[in-house]
């Protein structure tokens, strides 16, 4: 068994170690002891979201994260609930374009039996059709909550309209026919596919013992078997095929929506540099966008830029909500805003603020267990190795006002992007 040990500061007192392992059925496991917290968080993330859903089978990772919370061979989902609460824990999972993770924190005292729920969820579902059958009714109702919000649903149109024909356009909960055509088959299909050592990862945060982990994950997970048939392989996108579209459209909407979005091939060399260069564009009260159209001008109550980082491409998207009258000047400001010398001339002094927000976020998300947690996997699934927090502070500080204007050329300005408009109907 191979073992790597990862020495980072915890606190200014003391050191403690990140550990890498494997068990022998290829399972690795991330183990990041916090000592002066009380309780553990384990997570076990699947490489699997909706983009290598099947395409008949719309929203079948997100549904997959639903149904095996309805019942094992040894648990009913009435038994799964009250076994992790009588302990003073909790269970919850999400699921994404790339990932999903099902995830629960507990007392340390109560280590070994939330361990053991977590395994039997992954590992040992049964579907029971008449819980299945009610669960469908279930993320039905969550996505007509995102027909009902308007932010989200542009969203939701403006991925299908980027990425046609696609994965990555797919919506992550599905549709409603693709919801209620899905099979006892399909979900067992994916899990057999997908829920397998090779395409999953243990972290585990907290008040934990590295030999401990290992010794439960080997009992609980360790018969775990690979996929049987051929591998599965992830549709690439290249960013050369990305077309561009402007879009208004007319809703049932009381405010005027607005995205403005683009998308870049994957390139390491930028990744810090572009995350400054979106705290700089749209993240805070400070934000360039957020102090252009609502703090100088009243035209936007909600404004903002967000960064995605994708297996094989990089998206940045802008939204901002405004009223219907004003949405031509808020599109042609933010255009604007893009263009400007705050972005191709950046000034020293808002390179390091930006620096210090994404910083101030980062270390403060840290002192959460559920973020630490997650993120050593978001780590490891896109670097392939856990980023100790040094590394990442070195990296955000070394980021130069040079630096940021060259990912808002790559960003920005060689790439093409798409507007997408939500406007009232009359």
Not at 36 to 45: C, E, F, K, N, P
Not at 230 to 246: D, G, K, M, N
Not at 343 to 349: A, G, Q, S, V, Y
Request: charge should be negative.
């Amino acid at each position: 068994m191979s073992k790597e040990n990862l020495r980072r500061t915890a606190t200014p007192a003391s050191e403690v170690s990140v550990h890498q392992d494997k068990l022998a059925n290829g399972l690795r496991i991330v183990t990041d002891p916090v000592p002066y917290v009380q309780s553990i968080t384990l997570g076990i993330q699947i490489d699997a979201g909706s983009r290598d859903d099947p395409g008949e089978s719309l929203g079948l990772a997100h549904f997959i994260e639903h149904a095996i919370f309805k019942g094992t061979r040894r648990r009913t989902y009435i038994d799964i609930a009250r076994n992790i609460e009588k302990n003073g824990g909790y269970l919850d999972a999400f699921t994404t374009k790339e990932q999903t993770c099902i995830y629960l924190r507990c007392l340390a005292e109560h280590l070994e039996q939330s361990f053991d729920l977590l395994s039997d969820l992954v590992c040992d579902p049964v579907f029971p059709p008449e819980e299945i059958d009610k669960e469908k009714e279930v993320v039905i109702e969550e996505i007509s909550s995102v027909n009902d919000t308007p932010e989200e649903l542009i969203f939701e149109e403006f991925d299908l309209r980027s990425f046609p024909l696609h994965p990555l356009g797919q919506p992550i909960l599905g549709t409603e026919k693709s919801v209620e055509n899905m099979t006892d088959y399909d979900l067992k299909n994916f899990m057999r596919q997908h829920y397998v050592p090779q395409k999953m990862l243990l972290t585990a945060t907290g008040k934990v013992n590295h030999d401990e982990i290992m010794r439960l994950g080997e009992r609980f997970l360790g018969n775990l078997r690979e996929a049987s048939g051929s591998e599965y392989v992830r549709q690439p996108f290249l960013a050369e095929h990305y077309t561009p579209f402007a879009l208004t459209l007319k809703k049932r909407v009381c405010q005027a929506q607005i995205v403005l979005g683009t998308a870049i091939a994957r390139h390491d060399p930028l990744f810090y540099s572009l995350m400054v260069l979106n705290s700089m564009l749209g993240n805070g009260m400070s934000s360039i966008l957020n102090l252009e159209l609502r703090e100088k001008r009243g035209l936007a109550y909600n404004v903002y830029s967000s960064i995605t980082f994708y297996d094989d491409l990089t998206t940045l998207n802008i939204y901002a909500g405004t009223d219907s009258n004003k949405s031509k000047v808020t599109m042609e400001l933010i255009k604007e805003l893009l263009q400007s010398d705050s972005l191709k001339n950046p000034d020293k002094e808002e390179v390091q603020a930006a620096k210090t927000k994404l910083l101030g976020a980062h270390i403060m998300g840290m002192e959460k267990m559920t973020r630490r947690m997650s993120q050593m996997a978001s780590d490891i699934s896109y670097f392939g190795r856990y980023i100790e927090p040094e590394e990442k502070t070195a990296a955000i500080e070394a980021v130069t006002c040079e630096d940021i204007a060259e990912a808002a050329l790559h960003l920005l300005h060689d790439a093409p992007y798409s507007t997408m408009i939500y406007k009232p109907k009359k």
